[in-house]
């Protein structure tokens, strides 16, 4: 048993991580066929990747999928700690389970990911959720398969989750939800300690996935027909600095973009680690996405101090400002908090003003969440939550005009979209637009899923816009 613990997660070592390749054990290849799995994620596409992984070590043992969890005979929850209430829902779905588990003995329930990583979750999971078989990590995943085997044949609760992040493997086996776009990990971890955020200590810190492993990954995906690429890290920015002393985000996005890929994306960027070359070599190549997301958390500075962002409302603005005018036609995203522990109106209204200056493209929009180990769990939060209610719903009000502005000027514009498939009506045909906009269109010929054709916007709304194919 190795059960979580925030003060070895929280410690830093420079010691080198090895990176060794992944080996299924023999003994247990497809020792379970015939029977089936179902698996929820939550939170963001960090999750969503990791349970391609998982998805395909689970058809290794030999499960089958279903989509219904009352017919599985595994079910695995990969789960979020990011906010309360991705807690709340993690832990629903256990009750529901429990009930499901009195009627149906021999299913056998799991959870991973980041609430696996909190030592009060796993403390609860062994007092009060008695009947989940196995816990494992977001350090240990390609540990999966020995785990559930374990669970199986052992009736005793099974928790193995590491607090260090260990070797980096590479080489797991992937299912992915998508044929022609695909997630890419690039780094895991993060080093910031933002004050709000429980990352740092879920996830561990920064490690680099090897440039050659990466650049081998896209080699393959392009040999498949894949269109599109999004390289993922909790923060991208940070690529190459524990590996290299001179190969950055900058030169892995060029190395790619030189490749025959049509769409490389990539996400979350931190504003401190973005640099020059890096808004540079976006604006460089066509093939790199216009299209940036770019969390600004709040628009006062003294809030801005007191969550360890390491930038200012005006350092910010300075770096939108460039990247707005190094990349032709680039939409940048964003994520704000409010109603962190001291906020004022006045702090609030800076954040407004940075709004009403950057007009988003698309912002998700938070209520502060206290996450306890974190530091601004242990500050004063004098704030009501009607008073975060209310202006969580003012900061909606001013990032939707947004939206729908940015996509008004597109209307009469032609589009290259990235085809998806067909709508629920089955009368038009939806996909994502360069600038990473959801787009339904009409089409008066025939067209494949994973093409990209021109669409021009015929009208805009404020989360999608409308089309018809041209050429
Ligand atoms: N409370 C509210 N929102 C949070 N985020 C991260 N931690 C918290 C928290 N404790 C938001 C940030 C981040 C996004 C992924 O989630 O805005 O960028
Ligand atoms: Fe949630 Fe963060 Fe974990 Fe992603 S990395 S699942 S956002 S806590």
Not at 145 to 160: G, N
Not at 237 to 249: R, V
């Amino acid at each position: 048993m190795h059960l979580p613990n925030y003060s070895d997660a929280r410690r830093r070592e420079d010691k080198d991580y090895k990176r060794v390749d992944f080996e299924f054990s023999e003994e247990i290849k497809n020792k379970y066929k015939g029977k089936t799995f179902f698996l929820k994620t939550y939170g963001c596409q960090m999750n969503e990747h990791d349970s391609e992984n998982i998805e395909a070590l689970l058809m290794t043992l030999g499960f089958s999928k279903v989509d219904d969890y009352e017919e599985a005979d595994l079910v695995l929850l990969n789960t979020c700690s990011i906010r309360e209430n991705a807690h709340n829902k993690a832990f629903g779905m256990l009750g529901r389970l429990k009930h499901l588990k009195e009627q149906k003995k021999d299913l056998i329930i799991g959870l991973c990911g980041c609430m696996a990583q909190e030592a009060s979750v796993v403390e609860e999971i062994m007092q009060k959720y008695k009947f989940v078989n196995f816990v494992f990590g977001t350090h240990n995943l390609y540990q999966l398969p020995e785990i559930i085997d374990k669970a199986v044949s052992e009736s005793k609760q099974q928790i193995e989750v590491f607090s260090k992040e260990g070797d980096l493997v590479e080489g797991l086996p992937v299912v992915r939800a998508n044929n022609y776009k695909a997630y890419v990990n690039i780094i895991y971890g993060c080093n910031k300690f933002c004050t709000y955020c429980i990352v740092p200590y879920t996830r561990g810190r920064e490690r680099s996935r090897v440039k050659e492993d990466i650049l081998k990954e896209i080699d393959e995906l392009i040999s498949s027909g894949y269109k599109e690429v999004t390289l993922l890290g909790q923060n991208v920015n940070a690529y190459g600095k524990d590996l290299y002393e001179d190969y950055t985000l900058a030169n892995l996005l060029e190395d790619i973009a030189k490749k025959d890929i049509p769409r490389v994306r990539f996400m979350t960027s931190h504003p401190w680690d973005f640099t020059d070359s890096m808004v540079e070599v976006i604006g460089k190549y066509q093939n790199i996405m216009p299209s940036v997301h770019l969390p600004v958390q709040s628009g006062s500075s003294r809030i801005l101090k007191l969550m360890g962002r390491r930038y200012t409302k005006e350092s910010y603005l300075e770096l939108f400002n460039k990247i707005k005018k190094t990349v032709p036609g680039v939409a940048i995203s964003t994520d704000i908090i409010v109603g962190f522990p001291g906020e004022t109106e006045e702090d609030f209204l800076e954040t407004l003003d940075l709004v009403e200056k950057c007009k988003y493209d698309n912002a998700f929009t938070f209520i502060f969440s206290p996450r306890e180990g974190t530091p601004a769990c242990k500050l004063k939060d004098d704030v009501s939550l009607e008073e975060k209610e209310n202006r969580l719903q003012r900061l909606n009000t001013v990032v939707n005009k947004y939206f729908l502005e940015n996509n008004k000027k597109l209307e009469g514009r032609v589009v290259p979209v990235l085809v998806e498939g067909l709508s629920e009506k089955n009368d038009m045909y939806f996909g994502y637009t360069d600038t990473n906009k959801l787009i339904n269109f009409f089409v008066d010929r025939k067209i494949e899923v994973g093409d990209i054709v021109n669409v021009k916007v015929t009208s805009a709304k404020t989360w999608s816009l409308d089309g018809e194919l041209v050429e």
